[in-house]
């Protein structure tokens, strides 16, 4: 979904896999559970950045269409474009 969103916009993008092994590592990595959007950094979903129940697991979006087992569409883009400006 990543791609196609950054190619819908002709944003050139490197999706990269990031290993989160153990919960250490999520703790370290600010990790909010799999899968987790992040763009220069930062995570995609709005005020993620307030977020401390960092851990390894599965990960449910609140969006605007209610839960989602991925982040919204527009949160992804968003992310992107804001990016692509720097």
Do not use: K
């Amino acid at each position: 979904m990543v791609e196609r969103v950054a190619q819908d916009h002709g944003v050139v993008a490197e999706v990269a896999m990031v290993e989160v092994p153990d919960a250490e590592s999520a703790i370290r990595q600010r990790f909010l559970g799999s899968p987790s959007v992040r763009v220069e950094g930062a995570d995609v979903e709005p005020n993620a950045d307030e977020r401390t129940d960092f851990a390894l697991g599965c990960r449910v979006y609140r969006t605007n269409s209610g839960p989602a087992g991925q982040p919204s569409e527009e949160w992804v883009r968003a992310a992107l474009l804001a990016g692509d400006e720097r």
